[in-house]
């Protein structure tokens, strides 16, 4: 599994290094304006916007690390957590607190979307996703036809082909409505 830092430097597209330059910087107590003015040779040529990005990004994913660590721990004090389990790579993820997703390292939205249009016989130009935040990415980038929805974060909205309205505002009905079956609504 790959590290925060390398999730971090692949998603912002920046090396490594300035990406666990900035992380300490942070960890030390420092704030993006001083990072962004005094710090230059530390991060490269990071502005304001990509340094903030990465700071939400860094806390999102230390959350998600530590609720993995918790739900594991949780699993484990239930006995469910077998050694056949661990050894077979079960990875734990969550979007939100109440959800709760584990599967298999070689499992995920991505790869289970493509089985399933292959399954039933979908081309790739006849595949559409929906997705709101960061877990919802590799999805994404699986169909021809990426949604975010209005609620979406701006990364996951960066990738998408179409933005839906909020899901509030019944944004998937909408937008099947519009695009597969040309209705406005």
């Avoid at 590290?3 to 912002?12: C, M």
């Avoid at 962004?36 to 990005?53: P, V």
């Amino acid at each position: 599994m790959k590290s925060i830092a390398e999730i971090l430097a692949e998603e912002l597209s920046q090396k490594l290094e300035y990406i666990e330059n900035v992380i300490a910087l942070m960890d030390e107590g420092n704030t993006i304006p001083f990072i962004a003015r005094y710090r230059k040779e530390m991060h490269g040529a990071m502005d304001d916007t990509t340094l903030r990005n990465l700071e939400t990004r860094l806390t999102y994913l230390r959350n998600l690390q530590e609720r993995r660590e918790e739900v594991k721990r949780a699993i484990e004090n239930q006995g469910k957590l077998t050694e056949e389990l661990t050894e077979a790579g079960l990875s734990v993820s969550s979007s939100v607190p109440t959800d709760i997703e584990i599967m298999s390292h070689n499992a995920g939205k991505g790869s289970t979307v493509k089985w399933l249009a292959n399954h039933i016989g979908a081309t790739f130009d006849q595949t559409m996703a929906f997705g709101d935040n960061t877990n919802d990415l590799q999805m994404l980038q699986s169909v021809a036809w990426p949604v975010a929805m209005g609620n979406a974060v701006e990364e996951l909205k960066a990738a998408a082909r179409i933005i839906a309205p909020h899901c509030a505002e019944n944004g998937v009905a909408k937008t099947i409505a519009k695009y597969v079956f040309g209705r406005e609504e």
